[in-house]
T-cell receptor
Framework: DTAVSQTPKYLVTQMGNDKSIKCEQN?????MYWYKQDSKKFLKIMFS???????INETVPNRFSPKSPDKAHLNLHINSLELGDSAVYFC??????????????FGEGSWLTVV | GQSLEQPSEVTAVEGAIVQINCTYQ??????LSWYQQHDGGAPTFLSY????GLEETGRFSSFLSRSDSYGYLLLQELQMKDSASYFC????????????FGQGTTLQVKP
């Protein structure tokens, strides 16, 4: 069973389109995250939810809107896609505060290419 | 600001030992984590140090010196499958799992 699963894995879309990435975790965690990895492999947090409540909102364009329908799901919707949004988006989860050992579990990533 | 410095690339041969250093400068520090990421894959947790000293997990060990704002990941008995990127990441406070990542070190293991 996949612990943190996200769909789609690959997404190619045109500038100006709106797209969503979905994420689900079956680890029983109460905290979920979205990270963005750019072409230089730099990983940066975008958002975090704890029990459906937004707790981290980094400096991200408001074209990006996360939604957490329940603590096992965290989706990312992106409006008016731009070339610079091309990246790998990782969903992740953990117990609150990172849990014992601060272990964060990452999904396999969603590779977004904007053309 | 926040900054974590680690070498961009390291090359070693199978069976060798390699150390990947990480120095950090962050506003707030609670612990240092290490993650491994193979090409096209997900970052996976390797270790976490909240206190000074050495943590050992099989062939991998991680060290932290809070006074020096420095840590390292030590990989022993290198195997070809260890070829990957390794990231250090700072946890800034106890009540968040948020991580500030370094730029990553690409380790290439040669036969």
């Amino acid at each position: 069973d996949t612990a943190v699963s996200q769909t789609p894995k690959y997404l190619v879309t045109q500038m100006g389109n709106d797209k969503s990435i979905k994420c689900e975790q079956n680890l029983g965690h109460d905290t979920m995250y979205w990270y963005k990895q750019d072409s230089k492999k730099f990983l940066k947090i975008m958002f975090s939810y704890n029990n459906k409540e937004l707790i981290i909102n980094e400096t991200v364009p408001n074209r990006f809107s996360p939604k957490s329908p329940d603590k096992a799901h965290l989706n990312l919707h992106i409006n008016s896609l731009e070339l610079g949004d091309s990246a790998v988006y990782f969903c992740a989860s953990s117990h609150y505060g990172g849990g014992s050992g601060n272990t964060i579990y990452f999904g396999e990533g969603s590779w977004l290419t904007v053309v | 600001g926040q900054s974590l410095e680690q070498p961009s690339e390291v090359t070693a041969v199978e069976g060798a030992i390699v150390q990947i250093n990480c120095t950090y400068q962050t506003s707030g520090f609670y612990g240092l984590s290490w993650y491994q990421q193979h090409d096209g894959g997900a970052p996976t947790f390797l270790s976490y140090n909240a206190l000074d000293g050495l943590e050992e997990t099989g062939r991998f060990s991680s060290f932290l010196s809070r006074s020096d704002s420095y840590g390292y990941l030590l990989l022993q008995e290198l195997q070809m499958k260890d070829s990957a990127s390794y990231f250090c990441a700072v946890k800034r406070s106890s009540n968040t799992g948020k991580l500030i990542f370094g730029q990553g070190t690409t380790l290439q293991v040669k036969p």
